[in-house]
């Protein structure tokens, strides 16, 4: 797990700010290939997913991270499909990696936004974290 699972521009109060949720998925797809510098294919080795999966893993985090880089949003890591490496159990997520889908195909969106917090039924086949929430526009997660 990342050591800080919450990013967001000094000074500006956090109620104020909208959230870009980066899943812990994309998270280490950033860190093996931007950080680490693997190239795409062994990343998806060690992430025991298709390179293609890493591709578009890695798409969606980089548009995460630059809209909120400018856009003055917050960046909150949390979520995704993974398995803790010397671990067994599947922690959350959507099915990738090994991990099983979490709550299955029923289940509840919420809002990030702590002032709105609404919720909206799951739609299957469309991870949570794809939506805007209807009331405010913020992302939405899984209920836990």
């Known amino acids: 797990m990342p050591n ?3 990013f967001k521009p000094r000074g500006i109060p956090l109620s104020t700010l909208e959230e870009e949720v980066l899943t812990v998925d994309e998270l280490e797809a950033l860190r093996l290939t931007d950080v680490e510098q693997l190239e795409q294919t062994k990343a998806a080795k060690k992430m025991q997913i298709s390179q ?3 591709q578009r893993i890695l798409t969606k985090a980089h548009q995460k991270v630059s809209t909120a880089l400018t856009m003055g949003r917050a960046i909150k890591i949390e979520g995704g499909a993974y398995i803790m490496q010397n671990s067994q159990q599947p922690t959350g997520g959507r099915g ?3 991990g099983p889908v979490a709550g299955g195909p029923d289940g509840t969106c919420i ?3 702590p002032d709105c917090k609404a919720e909206v039924p799951h739609q299957t086949g469309v991870p949570c974290s794809d939506q805007k929430c209807p009331k405010c526009g913020s992302s939405m997660t899984r209920k836990a």
């Open 4 to 6: 800080a699972t919450y």
């Open 111 to 113: 809002c990030t936004n």
């Open 96 to 98: 990738r990696m090994g």
């Open 52 to 54: 293609s999966t890493l």
